[in-house]
């Protein structure tokens, strides 16, 4: 197989955090009995008139920010004009020639170099409504016709499936922490369409183009974009050519099946949408649909680390936006942010996926937390007496200190005692101490046993070990 220079772009829908519909008062939701969450104008009856949703401009604003787009100040909605059952007016209002966005990047890591993948364009526009096919009857809900959508173009500048693939976690990433969209692509309120073509030099024109649809997670868009690569690089090796298609993703079969081959260019015989008046931005709503912007990942991942968070840790953290939003409350506090990672993210963790729970359905808040870091800084808590009462911490409302009170755990603190205890085992363990001084690791293990056994496990390890290895190197 010759190897051929993929020219990719994507094309991105994704269904905005409203509570209403776009043009209509409709309640914006998903997962409700089919059709009970539609009016008139979402059904499209003759003689209604669209009325624009304040709030979907809002959060266009805040994406167009997030995305860095610049933002036009006039616009106004086009008519697209197609026929086919899923839309019930026979035109979907968009805008075409107008589009809120345009001339923006998202910067990518990939091959340890930053890369701006660049935005042609994005544009708010209504949802369709939803068509599922079941023998030979085709149903239609109504419930997702004029839920807002945003939708963003790249420019073809996108190089491979893994480029691909990291612009939309990024993408995700960014509108979900912007409160744009939940994004669930399980769900549909995130899309992806991709085009490729390939060609054989950077000075040759672009190849033919093939526009893939359907594809339902971001995993299978790299999937459905390499196995696009190896179906066309393999035509143009054996000196075929192909016409201008649309294919879809088959998950079954793992690649692109032909949908459609296209003869002629779409014509949408786009105008301006006659009902609904022209939109002036001002300064004052731009800013102010800019404060609403929380604060994401990349700021939130310097605080992290600023705070002493390990690499891992940090990017853990924001990987999971319920305990990113804690942590965010926690280090109002003054505590030690480290320990607080590291129970967040393991025994606190292990028991919120256990129990199927957000953080915010525990009763440890932050100022509780905190006071839990503190019995564990001081030696009051060891890992293993944690483990013994976190269920409890994590259930009731009743004080730390009378939770480790009422169950006896009572654990050494005392250097001079956890010391003399120290001696006495080394004493009589002469011959591992040598083992230790000879460079054996397994001497400490057997030795921090010890300590434990002797102990009932109420020492702290870390003060133990500290004087474990002092009186080892005496």
Sequence with gaps: MANYIPTIGIEVHVELKTKTKIFSNSLNGYGEMANSLTNVVDL?????????????????????????????????????????PDNPKNYQITQNRTPIGYDGYVEIEVDDTTKKIYIEEMHIEEDTCKSTHRGTKSYLDFNRAGVPLIEIVTKPCISSSLEAKLYLEKLKELLFYSDISDCKMEEGSMRADANISLRKKETDPFGTKCEIKNIGSISNVALSLEKEMLRQSKLLDEGKTFKEQTRRFDDKLGDTVLMRVKETGNDYRYFPEPDI????????????????IPMLPAERKKLYLEKGLNEINATKLIQNRPLSDYFNELIKLDTNYKTASNLLLGDISAYLNKTEKNITET??????LKELISFIDDGTLTS???????????????????????????????????????????????????????????????????????????????????????????
């Design 44 to 84: 499209g009856y003759p003689g209604t008139l669209p009325t624009l949703n304040e709030e979907v401009l809002s959060l266009a604003i805040k994406a167009a920010t997030v995305l860095n787009c610049k933002i036009r100040k006039q616009m106004h909605f086009d008519r697209k004009n197609y026929f086919y």
């Design 277 to 292: 008046p022209f939109v002036i931005l001002t300064d004052e709503m731009i800013a102010e649909a800019r404060k609403t």
């Design 363 to 368: 009763t440890l808040s932050p100022a509780r």
């Design 384 to 474: 293993k007496n944690l483990k013994d009462i976190l269920t409890e911490v994590l259930e009731k409302t009743t004080p730390i200190a009378d939770i480790i009170k009422n169950l006896g755990i009572e654990n050494i603190t005392d250097d001079t005692a956890l010391r003399d205890i120290i001696k006495t085992i080394v004493s009589n363990n002469l011959e591992t101490k040598q083992d230790y001084l000879a460079g054996h690791d397994r001497a400490i293990k057997f030795f921090m046993g010890q300590v434990m056994k002797e102990t009932k496990g109420k020492a702290n390890p870390k003060i133990a070990m500290n004087i474990l290895t002092e009186e080892l190197n005496k």
